[in-house]
């Protein structure tokens, strides 16, 4: 299982930024995806989880409404649309296969101004 995660970088408060992450080694259209993030010195945190078939979605409480996760089965990429983005959103993001207890590499996501 590999996952490549990218779309990160530095943003101002109120920004937005899409994160993308291409998955391989699996059958992506058969497993959910999620993603998470670790602010520096905090536990690691579920940001968002897209099933598969429906596509059904859940979120942490704390992007409601910002943040978007979709799938791109075809193309084996799942991503992460996110929008007003506060200085709390700071912190490196991960993709997770949530069954197969696998992450990527992470990509850094800086909110400052």
């Known amino acids: 299982v590999q996952l490549v995660e990218s779309g990160g970088g530095l943003v101002q408060p109120g920004g937005s930024l899409r994160l993308s992450c291409a998955a391989s080694?699996?059958?992506?259209?058969?497993?959910?995806m999620s993603w998470y993030r670790q602010a520096l010195g905090k536990e690691r945190e579920l940001v968002a989880r897209?099933?598969?078939?429906?596509?059904?979605?859940n979120y942490g409480d704390s992007v409601k409404g910002r943040f978007t996760i979709s799938r791109d089965d075809a193309k084996r990429t799942v991503y992460l649309q996110m929008s007003s983005l506060k200085a709390e959103d700071t912190g490196v993001y991960y993709c997770?296969?949530?069954?197969?207890?696998?992450w990527g590499q992470g990509t850094q996501v800086t909110v400052s101004s």
């Open positions: 080694g699996f059958t992506f259209s058969s497993y959910a």
């Open positions: 997770n296969v949530p069954f197969l207890a696998a």
């Open positions: 897209i099933y598969s078939a429906r596509g059904s979605t």
